[in-house]
């Protein structure tokens, strides 16, 4: 939520400049006024436009921070056949999910259905390479399951695991 306010504050400076620009300027009365007035309403119009897209899912290829990510864990998915691919997805050092919209592609559609059956059997998250790379090359799979994790290293057994004293006499 602190980005949303940073962008407004930036938004917000960017009007007050505006609107000095315009009330300093040599124009008649009406048109500083009007140019108040658009500020007043813009401020507004702008913060419930930010919050309205807040709730959309981002177009992968307009990700510019985080471009060169290595890998996302894929938290859910719906597939909309030719629309887009829209992903929840978890960012390494983000707290909160992320919501994005893959072009539609049926290979990719195939590949995540697959990470996902693959992802119910052995219980392990869905994984996406690279995902916001916009990258042709298609030898690597962009979605797959984790694979599980190794089980818990087994300790030697001892000779007498429960402590129980034998009552038994050793016979010759």
Known sequence: MSELLILFAVLGSLAAVLV????????????????????????????????????????????MVRQEL????????RMEENEAIYLWL????????????????????????????????T???????KPFENSMDEREKRFYAAPPPPPPEKTPPSENPLNFKSTRTPTN
């Open 20 to 63: 000095t620009v315009a009330l300093w300027a040599p124009r008649r009365l009406w048109v500083k006024l009007g140019a108040l007035a658009v500020a007043t309403v813009f401020l507004p119009g702008g913060y419930f436009a930010l919050l309205e897209m807040l709730s959309r899912p981002k177009p992968v290829g307009l990700e």
């Open 90 to 121: 978890g960012i390494p050092g983000i707290q909160e999910p992320r919501a994005y919209a893959l072009p539609w592609d049926k290979k990719l559609a195939k590949q995540l259905q697959g990470a996902e059956r693959e992802s119910e059997n």
């Open 70 to 77: 290595a890998e996302a864990t894929v938290l859910g998915a």
């Open 123 to 129: 219980g392990a998250p869905v994984h996406m390479r």
